[in-house]
């Protein structure tokens, strides 16, 4: 698959698997290091997000306009996603399935999923909250961490 930057770079990204790892990261960084308007990190006029929330629930919700390419973030803990709306092609180290709304899954936690919109999208990711949090950078801080040895050592320290 190749992922046109908005610079007019083009690389290559092949998620077979065996190095699905350092290519992600290799984009990703290349990516957040772009001043391209057309990048986008977080929440945005182009990929809005809800969060909300009930008894011991962290729900965040993400619109994505079809033909967007995003990211995700590393997660700590398993969680469930839901496709409410759309067509994604969801690329896991596991290798790529298109999944198509009405859809949803559990996502290991140390995965890093990547996903190519090839409809207008809702995507629902579903996270256990006991401490009722409702302050976003620290539900971050909470459940995600910014690469794979930052899990590596955090799955470590919490067996």
């Given at each position: 698959?190749?992922?046109?930057?908005?610079?007019?770079?083009?690389?290559?990204?092949?998620?077979?698997?065996?190095?699905?790892?350092?290519?992600?990261?290799?984009?990703?960084?290349?990516?957040?290091?772009?001043?391209?308007?057309?990048?986008?990190?977080?929440?945005?006029?182009?990929?809005?997000?809800?969060?909300?929330?009930?008894e011991g629930i962290y729900t965040r919700e993400?619109?994505?306009?079809?033909?967007?390419?995003?990211?995700?973030?590393?997660?700590?803990?398993?969680?469930?996603?839901?496709?409410?709306?759309?067509?994604?092609?969801?690329?896991?180290?596991?290798?790529?399935?298109?999944?198509?709304?009405?859809?949803?899954?559990?996502?290991?936690?140390?995965?890093?999923?990547?996903?190519?919109?090839?409809?207008?999208?809702?995507?629902?990711?579903?996270?256990?909250?006991?401490?009722?949090?409702?302050?976003?950078?620290?539900?971050?801080?909470?459940?995600?961490?910014?690469?794979?040895?930052?899990?590596?050592?955090?799955?470590?320290?919490?067996?």
């Amino acid at each position: 698959m190749e992922i046109q930057l908005a610079d007019s770079q083009e690389v290559l990204f092949e998620p077979d698997g065996s190095n699905f790892r350092m290519q992600v990261e290799f984009i990703e960084n290349l990516m957040l290091n772009s001043n391209s308007p057309d990048i986008f990190k977080g929440n945005s006029d182009e990929l809005t997000l809800k969060h909300s929330f009930s008894e011991g629930i962290y729900t965040r919700e993400i619109f994505i306009k079809k033909g967007m390419f995003v990211i995700g973030k590393i997660h700590k803990l398993d969680h469930t996603f839901f496709l409410m709306k759309g067509k994604l092609l969801l690329c896991t180290e596991d290798g790529v399935k298109e999944i198509e709304a009405p859809y949803y899954g559990n996502a290991e936690a140390g995965a890093k999923r990547v996903a190519v919109a090839l409809e207008d999208t809702i995507f629902v990711n579903v996270h256990p909250n006991p401490n009722n949090i409702k302050e976003i950078e620290k539900l971050e801080d909470t459940f995600v961490v910014s690469s794979y040895e930052e899990y590596e050592n955090y799955r470590l320290l919490n067996k």
